[in-house]
């Protein structure tokens, strides 16, 4: 099992299909947004449950499209929402195009994601597509959650994580189980990888998190402190006002209160705020803990101890990522 072979093997299949055909406004933005990179790690997590229970991941790959087009149709969305002006280093679809643009071209991706399922006969068919419905809505939830904190002062830490379970984990659990369903194992080996997977999408959004504020800006895609610009109230910024003094909790608050035309003084004033009240160590805690959850589902699954090494050994690249 290698994560580079899987990885060329779907690029090669994603380059096979042309995306861009009449009205051309309407899918050029469709052939933008999947050919500007990335580490395909939810397309990959699809061949790789479908290898690991089949030793067939080949079979697999419509539906790891379908999870690569719906991932890109939510970043072109919530491009717009966020008002970003980057995705992986590049102008964002709204910004290289107008904003109609990127809401039709996204429409489009998420009726392209579920055609791809008709690929696979009918028992494997309606499986799918109840899955990835399901999904789709809890998507959706966990955006409309985000959207509504940016607004409130009470967020929990509770709050926080679930919405993110929502907003990202599920499409992680969805798409190993996605591969085992693919595979036709059995319904506990498909339950047990979506477990592992929902766990190990928590560690990967709050790894993301972590990055977003203190990743490198060469090799991170994004712009350092998005988050911090749109008061985001990630972990981060809630486990500071959790453990920081007044002083510091008063100056987050009041730089979460507001937008400014520049921000690098509000950036670099709440990451001091984080440094000096340790909260990359807690929210390196925190993913480590997560990690290890994943990491215990596996003793049940009906697998190979090398396969389990192999989902092991993902989720520790997972966990050190950098970009």
């Not at 000096?276 to 697998?303: C, G, R």
Request: hydrophobic letters at 40%.
């Amino acid at each position: 099992m290698n994560i580079l072979h899987y990885q060329q093997e779907f690029l090669a299949y994603l380059e096979s299909k042309q995306w861009v055909r009449e009205p051309k406004n309407l899918y050029e933005p469709i052939d933008y947004i999947l050919q500007l990179g990335g580490k395909r790690i939810r397309p990959v997590l699809t061949l790789m449950a479908a290898d690991i229970f089949s030793s067939n991941y080949k079979k697999a790959m419509p539906a790891a499209l379908a999870v690569e087009v719906f991932h890109n149709f939510t970043l072109v969305h919530d491009d717009i929402m966020d008002d970003a002006p980057l995705r992986r280093g590049k102008q964002t679809v709204h910004e290289k195009w107008d904003i109609n643009t990127g809401i039709l071209s996204g429409d489009a991706m998420l009726i392209l994601a579920y055609q791809y399922f008709e690929n696979y006969e009918s028992a494997v068919f309606q499986k799918l597509a109840k899955l990835f419905g399901k999904t789709a809505l809890e998507v959706c939830d966990g955006q409309q959650l985000d959207v509504d904190f940016e607004t409130r002062n009470d967020v929990s830490i509770d709050e926080y994580i679930n919405m993110i379970r929502l907003k990202t984990s599920v499409l992680v659990a969805a798409a190993l189980k996605m591969g085992a369903i693919v595979a036709e194992t059995n319904e506990e080996n498909a339950n047990l990888i979506y477990d592992f997977g929902l766990n190990l999408g928590l560690a990967f959004q709050l790894q993301d998190d972590y990055l977003d504020t203190f990743g490198d800006p060469e090799t991170f895609g994004k712009q350092i402190g998005g988050d911090i610009i749109e008061n985001k109230k990630t972990f981060l910024y809630l486990k500071a006002l959790e453990v920081a003094n007044e002083s510091d909790k008063n100056k987050l608050r009041f730089f979460y209160q507001r937008k400014l035309e520049d921000n690098s003084i509000k950036i670099a004033e709440v990451t001091r705020i984080f440094e000096i009240n340790d909260i990359p160590v807690l929210i390196k805690e925190q993913i480590k803990d997560y990690t290890d959850i994943a990491f215990k589902t596996l003793s049940a699954m009906s697998i190979t101890e090398d396969s389990k090494e192999n989902l092991k050994n993902f989720g520790l690249w997972l966990m050190n990522r950098s970009v």
